[in-house]
T-cell receptor, first 114, second 112 residues
Framework: EAQVTQNPRYLITVTGKKLTVTCSQNMNHEYMSWYRQDPGLGLRQIYYSMNVEVTDKGDVPEGYKVSRKEKRNFPLILESPSPNQTSLYFC?????????????FGDGTRLSIL | GQNIDQPTEMTATEGAIVQINCTYQTSGFNGLFWYQQHAGEAPTFLSYNVLDGLEEKGRFSSFLSRSKGYSYLLLKELQMKDSASYLCAVRFYNTNAGKSTFGDGTTLTVKP
């Protein structure tokens, strides 16, 4: 089944403790992206990757890192999480960025930073 | 979302037709997309528009007017399961290829 898989689905942690949220897709998609979703603020793009070893900042990249060493994986790294990074995070992928290539989203990761 | 405006909430009756509007103040995008998001779940793709006009897809249709900076999603024969949030989004091209901007979403409640 074609899917985008995120782990963990839920995480409660403390300020400053490094964490990684993994994202994997099995559709051989070139494009991957991370978003955070907060009440009243919609989906905001954190980082995206057009292909392996190619990553770029979205609208809210501060406090986050990503890497794209393989096509299928696009982990999101919080080196020193803070409470303002408490949010619902979605990973998404698409074949490319063409007009007929919509994004497929993972089920989301709910992070709580205490 | 930045530069994309949608009504926050709408209510409609089962079996009716509802139109969800999206206005934007941005350019340089190659397509406008609509996604559906049920509470606690991931967004799922519904429809996209590249050219001006209406795209029909079963009970769902989407319209785009680039000159007016306006799009809408039309849902016909509403069902209870259509209660969800509907997100309008644009994808950019050229130097901004890869960037996406989403509206804050419109929460639709369908009542019996």
């Amino acid at each position: 089944e074609a899917q985008v898989t995120q782990n963990p689905r839920y995480l409660i942690t403390v300020t400053g403790k490094k964490l990684t949220v993994t994202c994997s897709q099995n559709m051989n998609h070139e494009y991957m992206s991370w978003y955070r979703q907060d009440p009243g603020l919609g989906l905001r793009q954190i980082y995206y990757s057009m292909n392996v070893e190619v990553t770029d900042k979205g609208d809210v990249p501060e406090g986050y890192k990503v890497s794209r060493k393989e096509k299928r994986n696009f982990p999101l790294i919080l080196e020193s999480p803070s409470p303002n990074q408490t949010s619902l995070y979605f990973c998404a992928s698409s074949l490319g960025t063409g007009v007929n290539q919509p994004q497929h989203f993972g089920d989301g990761t709910r992070l709580s930073i205490l | 979302g930045q530069n994309i405006d949608q009504p926050t909430e709408m209510t409609a009756t089962e079996g009716a037709i509802v139109q969800i509007n999206c206005t934007y103040q941005t350019s340089g995008f190659n397509g406008l997309f609509w996604y559906q998001q049920h509470a606690g779940e991931a967004p799922t793709f519904l429809s996209y528009n590249v050219l001006d006009g209406l795209e029909e897809k079963g009970r769902f249709s989407s319209f785009l007017s680039r000159s007016k900076g306006y799009s809408y999603l039309l849902l016909k024969e509403l069902q209870m399961k259509d209660s969800a949030s509907y997100l309008c989004a644009v994808r950019f091209y050229n130097t901004n290829a890869g960037k996406s901007t989403f509206g804050d979403g419109t929460t639709l409640t369908v009542k019996p």
